[in-house]
């Protein structure tokens, strides 16, 4: 059996991620307040769920700034990969958060259509304004961080996201009922947010998902895999393949491999972890080695 580990990602991207999701968690946390009391005193629902959002935004960020905390902690003999995985967790959390929140200003926006209230648009377009600086600042400083390598990180950056569109829809509102009187574009700009933010939160759920099933990893392809490793001088098969995750940045190998009986064991992990590395950027694999004289060692008999 072989066995090799590596670490892909330094300590300065983890650092670069943790001060990206606490300054984004004060920034956001900071604005809510105001814009949830100035929603009530507007009577603005799209401020109102824009708020509700960023309620949202701002655990989704608390609970992502601790699961990259927790993250950093040492692999322990009980928790073998550590507590990267609480990152997946995070993430799912903040997936299903979204989820819940766009059907709730859904549920409001439909009823608001009956009969749309008056709204103070001029309030609501100040408060909306001074939003969209937060979030775009906000997403500026996710941005420093890995949002496309991290899933933890991108789904917070995708609130962020939601909560900017959420105030762009809120100005185009406030904008419609200041010059035409259309009250109802309050309820539509909250309709719209709501499936932006209901795609979005659809998206991070199912990564993280995929990883809790222990899903092959995106770009990954086992059957390409095993092709890879079966060209190998020496080897005549390769069965029983599982690639899995722990984060998505993260892939994990484990596999047996048939030798020739003649073969050098030694050589052979070599050369399949060196192509596990170079070809699928898969630094963590466990491998065990068969002869073909000898079979698989499962004690049914049989390996899958």
Known sequence: MG??????????????????LFWAFILITAFMAVEFIGGFLTNSLALLSDAGHMLSDSAALGLSFAAILLGTRKATGEKSFGYRRF?????????????????????EAVRRFMAPPEVQSTGMLVIAV?????????????MRGEKDDNLNVRSAFLHVIGDMLGSVGAITAALLMMLFGWWIADPIASIIVSILVLVSGWRVTKDAANVLMESSPDGIDPEEVRMSLEQLDEVTDVHDLHIWSITPDEPLLSCHMTIQEQGNPDRVLHRAHQILHDKFSI???TIQLETDGGGCPSPHGTCN
């Open 3 to 20: 066995h090799h580990h590596g670490h892909s990602h330094s300590h300065s991207h983890t650092s670069s991620n943790k001060k990206a």
């Open 87 to 107: 990152e997946i967790l995070a993430a799912a959390v903040n997936g299903i958060t979204l989820i819940v929140i766009s059907a709730v200003i859904m549920f």
């Open 130 to 142: 001074i939003g969209l600086i937060v979030n775009i600042a906000a997403a500026f400083i996710l």
């Open 283 to 285: 630094e963590h694999s």
